[in-house]
Each structure stands twice: as C-alpha cells, then as structure tokens.
C-alpha cells in the first residue's frame, strides 16, 4: 500500500485520474458542533492519500478543485453522511456520486449487513479491523489509525464495480441512478435539520 499523509491540502501537481475513491473522518456525528477532520483519496492503485485540514480555515484548494471536478467519478460508501461535511465545512457541491452502501441496501437483500468491513469481507476476501473508527482524528495520527484511514478508501473501486453488476443483472441500476440523483437534495435536507423521511405520514 503507498499511503500518503498531507497536511492542509492536496499537493497541487497530483493526478487522480477519472474515478476516486472518497471517505471523510470527523469530531463526531453532529455537523454543527462536529468538525471535518481528514479527507482520504484513493484511485484504486493500492494508494491513499489522506488530507489533514485546518480546521481553523479549511483552505485547501487543491482539494476542493478535485472534489468540484464534475468530469470526476467519487465513490463514497454512505455519501450522505461525507457530503453533509464537506459542504458545511469546504463549502462545494459534489456531483458525479457513486455510494456504496446505497448500491449495497438496494441489491444486497439477502442481508441487514451494509457496512464497508461486510462489503470488503465479501468482495475483497478481506477482515478489515474497525477498531479506530471512533478514535480522535483531532490531533497527531498513530500509525493505525492512518492504516484504518486507508482502508476506508482503499477497496471501493472494487466494491463499487461487483455491486454495479449486481444491479445490472437483477435490473436495479436505474433505480439505484435515480436514487443518486436524490442524494444533494437529501444532503442540504440534513443541512437545515430534516433528518426524518419528508415522504413519510
């Protein structure tokens, strides 16, 4: 694995082709109190590259130039909760969304198991361990904890190609394409503190 920590931003010469993988580490799960900690960044190569921001400022414009890439395919595994903090915090709009936890719910039904460690398990053939999922991404990166970064990041290419098939087959793609559309929406719902189904009696 080639696993990259920068601090503030991107470096400005990288290329990442047309197709990334994304995932966000945060404070906690309140995005008003909660602070956007890292951005990780994979192009499928066995690399990450993990973005430390300041939180005093959040400038980081390489980083919000490859996110605003509308030519930019991003995987993201549950883009809801990602997207809610990278618009409160770097203030962009992401488009061209891939979500893999959204794939997995529509064509995965033969289980109640959509999270990235039961995804990876079964596509990958790998146990990836969860354990710092909620450590402090705040301070100084330990060593593991970069490695669990990376992990997020580092099988959703994979992932994302097998369950597209899947939905091909069992003819849910459109469904699972006009479900996407919906997600910016569901994001700036979140934003103005609508976290029920508005569809709901």
Same mark, same amino acid.
């Given at each position: 694995?080639?696993?990259?920590?920068?601090?503030?931003?991107?470096?400005?010469?990288?290329?990442?082709?047309?197709?990334?993988?994304?995932?966000?580490?945060?404070?906690?799960?309140?995005?008003?109190?909660?602070?956007?900690?890292?951005?990780?960044?994979?192009?499928?190569?066995?690399?990450?590259?993990?973005?430390?921001?300041?939180?005093?400022?959040?400038?980081?414009?390489?980083?919000?130039?490859?996110?605003?890439?509308?030519?930019?395919?991003?995987?993201?595994?549950?883009?809801?909760?990602?997207?809610?903090?990278?618009?409160?915090?770097?203030?962009?709009?992401?488009? +061209?969304? #891939?979500?893999? *936890?959204?794939?997995?719910?529509?064509? $995965?039904?033969?289980?109640? @198991?959509?999270? !990235? &460690?039961?995804?990876?398990?079964?596509?990958?053939?790998?146990?990836?361990?969860?354990?710092?999922?909620?450590?402090?991404?705040?301070?100084?990166?330990?060593?593991?904890?970069?490695?669990?970064?990376?992990?997020?990041?580092?099988?959703?290419?994979?992932? +994302?190609? #097998?369950?597209? *098939?899947?939905?091909?087959?069992?003819? $849910?793609?459109?469904?699972? @394409?006009?479900? !996407? &559309?919906?997600?910016?929406?569901?994001?700036?719902?979140?934003?103005?503190?609508?976290?029920?189904?508005?569809?709901?009696?």
């Amino acid at each position: 694995m080639d696993i990259k920590l920068h601090k503030n931003d991107l470096p400005k010469d990288l290329e990442f082709g047309n197709k990334i993988a994304i995932d966000c580490e945060f404070m906690g799960l309140n995005f008003l109190r909660d602070k956007l900690c890292l951005v990780q960044i994979s192009t499928g190569k066995s690399d990450a590259h993990i973005i430390q921001l300041n939180r005093n400022n959040y400038d980081a414009p390489n980083l919000k130039k490859i996110l605003s890439d509308k030519s930019v395919t991003k995987i993201f595994h549950f883009a809801r909760a990602d997207l809610v903090f990278i618009k409160k915090y770097l203030q962009i709009d992401v488009e +061209n969304i #891939e979500d893999t *936890k959204l794939q997995s719910k529509l064509i $995965r039904k033969y289980t109640d @198991k959509h999270g !990235l &460690k039961d995804l990876v398990k079964e596509f990958v053939g790998i146990d990836i361990s969860k354990q710092h999922q909620t450590s402090d991404f705040g301070g100084e990166l330990s060593s593991a904890q970069i490695k669990y970064c990376a992990n997020d990041v580092l099988y959703l290419h994979k992932i +994302n190609n #097998e369950l597209n *098939k899947m939905l091909i087959r069992e003819n $849910r793609i459109n469904l699972y @394409k006009d479900c !996407l &559309k919906f997600i910016n929406t569901r994001v700036n719902l979140d934003l103005e503190c609508f976290p029920d189904d508005v569809w709901s009696h």
